[in-house]
């Protein structure tokens, strides 16, 4: 019952911007976007997230589509140590657990 | 400040056995969710605890997994008479509270493997 939706992988040479694109296209008005990364054996880690407007850390930025259903996670200078599965999640409010709704996520390989 | 920590990073039992996996939160946070992570698959949801309320047991797999939470800190899981199909990644996260907004923080997980 994933909520969202993102290609399995995605290549990018290290230095280049990299745009992470994700469909959301069921997302309720008051829903959150939610951007995690996995690097290996590793736990998620948060990256971002928003609700109407962009939205820029010192990590990444969050471009969210004026109707919401789609978003882009950007990261400005890809290195390699952002090689990682990133995943695009909402929240599942219905049940009153705010409980992550994960997806298969993109793998993002990073060249030298 | 300290993360949320697991412990044991790694185990490996028997069938049959029964095993406890445990996870220490971010102090003072009131929430905390395990998830399974199996190979190559994305993290799904096991049980979460808010403060002192009855915990979401909606994704427990099976009897064999119950979870308790302890002082509203920390919590342990439970998987008696461990099968195959329970080999996979446990992972525990927090959060401050329980919102839209709030983020949840993971720890590194422990990966149990049973032979």
């Known amino acids: 019952d994933a909520k969202t939706t993102q290609p399995n992988s995605m290549e990018s040479n290290e230095e280049e911007p990299v745009h992470l694109p994700c469909n959301h296209s069921t997302i309720s008005g008051t829903d959150y976007i939610h951007w995690y990364r996995q690097l290996p054996s590793q736990g998620p880690e948060y990256v971002i997230h928003g609700l109407t407007s962009n939205v820029n850390n010192r990590m990444a930025s969050l471009a969210i589509a004026e109707d919401r259903k789609s978003s882009t996670l950007i990261l400005h200078r890809a290195t390699l140590r952002d090689a990682a599965v990133y995943y695009c999640?909402?929240?599942?409010?219905?049940?009153?657990?705010?409980?992550?709704?994960f997806g298969t996520g993109t793998r993002l390989k990073v060249l030298a | 400040g300290a993360g949320v920590s697991q412990s044991p990073s790694n185990k490996v039992t028997e069938k049959g056995k029964d095993v406890e996996l445990r996870c220490d939160p971010i102090s003072g946070h009131t929430a905390l969710y395990w998830y399974r992570q199996s190979l190559g698959q994305g993290l799904e949801f096991l049980i979460y605890f808010q403060g002192n309320s009855a915990p979401d047991k909606s994704g427990l797999p099976s009897d064999r997994f119950s979870a308790e939470r302890t002082g509203g800190s920390v919590s342990t899981l439970t998987i008696q008479r461990t099968q195959q199909e329970d080999s996979a990644v446990y992972l525990c996260a927090s959060s401050l509270r329980r919102a839209r907004e709030v983020t949840q923080y993971f720890g590194p997980g422990t990966r149990l493997t049973v032979l």
């Open positions: 999640i909402l929240r599942d409010i219905s049940s009153g657990t705010y409980k992550y709704i």
